[in-house]
Structure formats: C-alpha cells, structure tokens
C-alpha cells in the first residue's frame, strides 16, 4: 500500500458520525410577503450578476452570441444551442484542456431568493471543473424553481440524489488582496442568470 492509499485509508476510518439537519420551524417564515423574482433578482445583482429575461434556449443562446460575439471556446448543456458548442467535451482527456473556456451555459434546477444563489448538480455540470473555469458562466433556471430560503432548497435537495453539488452566487471576487476587489480571481469573470 503506497504513502497515498495509507493517508486515504486513515482519512476513512476518522470519519465523525453523521449529525441530523437542525429542523427548522418554517411557520416563522410564513408572515413574509416575498416577491420571490424581484427578491432573487436583487440578490443577485448585489453579488455581482446579472439577471436576464428569456422566453427559449435559442433566446438565451442568441442573447449570449450578442452579449459576447468574440468568443472562440463556448460550451452549452442547453438544448437547442445549434451552432453555440465549439467543444466535445467527449474529447477532453485532461481538464486543464478547458482552461481556455469563454462562455459555459448552464441550467440549475433550484434557486434561492434569500442570497441569489443557484444550485448545480453533477447531473448539471459535465466536467466538475467547468463552472469555476470558464471566464463567463451563464446560467438558466425557470422561475418555478426559485424558493423563498436555504431551508426551503435544502428540503428540495433532501428529495433527489447528487454525488455533488454547490451553491453558486454572483462571479468570482475576493478583497483580501491589499482590500481590493479582485473579480475572477478563483473562478468566473461574470455570471448570467437567464430567468424563463
């Protein structure tokens, strides 16, 4: 057994044991009036996305070709992105052969109008490096899947399986570079949120 499978073996047998969720009494939740769009909307905006409306894939993909025309490397999960795809995923060996990825188009199945997050799933994602690669990540969810908070999303994430999953808000940015905002520095430069 190598240095690598002794350090794994010991990580497994040092799991902690798995807690509960809190539960949370939602009842206190009930007296808030919420327009969950202009809510999500909002929060996004303040994390530093931008928030589009669409009435078809083929309008998101038309709106992004218009929104970013100079790109080279574009990647769709959409259907209907005809003539959008520049690579076959299928053909990547490495994913650092992605480092040169323009613009990614995603869909999210949930939303959170409590801090404007989306949530990605493996199921979502074809290579788990992609949303945090790419330099512009847009991202469609309809307005059915927004929920109010985190508590709500996590009940609906309690009913489907993922190997993997994250919660998504606003592009890359960190200021604790000499207290400047730095935008991209661990991800993408912009994320479209495209409402249907």
Do not use: C
């Not at 589009?52 to 998101?60: L, W």
């Amino acid at each position: 057994m190598g240095s690598r499978d002794q350090i794994l073996a010991r990580i497994k047998s040092n799991k902690p044991e798995l807690i509960d969720l809190p539960q949370i009494d939602t009842s206190v939740f009930k007296d808030e009036d919420l327009d969950l769009i202009k809510e999500f909307i909002k929060k996004v905006e303040v994390v530093g996305g931008n928030v589009v409306e669409a009435t078809s894939n083929a309008d998101v993909i038309q709106q992004i070709k218009a929104n970013f025309p100079d790109t080279k490397n574009n990647f769709s999960q959409l259907k209907d992105a005809d003539g959008f795809n520049t690579l076959n995923l299928e053909t990547i060996q490495n994913p650092h052969e992605l480092k040169d990825l323009d613009v990614l188009v995603l869909e999210s199945k949930i939303g959170v109008a409590e801090n404007g997050s989306v949530w990605l799933a493996d199921d979502d994602i074809p290579v788990r490096v992609l949303p945090f690669i790419t330099k512009h990540l847009a991202v469609v969810i309809t307005k059915q899947a927004i929920v109010a908070y985190m508590h709500e999303a996590y009940k609906k994430l309690s009913e489907t399986k993922a190997d993997y999953g994250v919660f998504l808000a606003g592009p890359s940015k960190t200021a604790d570079i000499e207290q400047s905002l730095v935008i991209g520095a661990h991800g993408a430069l912009s994320l479209t949120i495209f409402l249907k």
